[in-house]
């Protein structure tokens, strides 16, 4: 499920997510479950707290942390 989910919205083929392509991510996800869209100081803070070595961007690791804490359980926003 990572692995389609990362191709999906690496849209640069970086190899990492950037904030436009998570926000992107993110977003779909959000209205998927009927919620709406998140404001910008939500996904900033959701953004810091999976960016877990600080770099910027999501690794594939830390898109592995992202499902299972946002897509397999209650997300935190």
Request: aromatic residues 14%; charged residues 35%; proline residues 4%.
């Amino acid at each position: 499920m990572v692995h389609k989910i990362f191709a999906k919205y690496d849209k640069d083929r970086s190899g990492y997510l950037d904030k436009p392509e998570v926000l992107k991510l993110l977003d779909e996800i959000l209205i998927h479950q009927g919620r709406p869209k998140t404001t910008w100081n939500q996904f900033v803070k959701f953004f810091d707290e999976y960016d877990d070595n600080g770099d910027g961007v999501i690794s594939k690791g830390e898109c592995y942390n992202f499902v299972d804490r946002f897509i397999n359980k209650q997300p935190r926003i």
